[in-house]
């Protein structure tokens, strides 16, 4: 599983030690939402692979258990990783409408 999109979400916004911060909003979301949907297509790809072994594997096209295992833990991590990612900007999500204006 690449781990860079998690890097752009970190690298997105543009901070300074002044006391205004300017952000653009559009990028920065667009850049978020890329990185988002990236994570989302690598999990659909590793589950589509998972399913292509699965499916060699009961057809007796292959008898290769060890690529099985190995392609459906690649999909089990990955998906496990989406939902995970999924929660924390729920989280966040739900903090920033508690706030306070």
Do not use: W
């Amino acid at each position: 599983m690449d781990i860079a999109a998690l890097k752009e979400l970190y690298g997105t916004t543009p901070v300074k030690s002044t006391s205004e911060v300017k952000v653009d909003a559009d990028k920065g979301f667009q850049s978020m939402l890329d990185s988002v949907m990236n994570l989302v297509n690598d999990t659909n790809s590793q589950i589509q692979a998972a399913h292509k072994e699965e499916v060699a594997f009961a057809l007796g096209e292959t008898d290769n258990t060890h690529d099985l295992m190995i392609a459906e833990q690649k999909a089990n991590i990955a998906l496990q990783y989406t939902v995970a990612v999924r929660d924390r900007v729920l989280e966040a999500y739900q903090q920033i409408m508690q706030m306070q204006i």
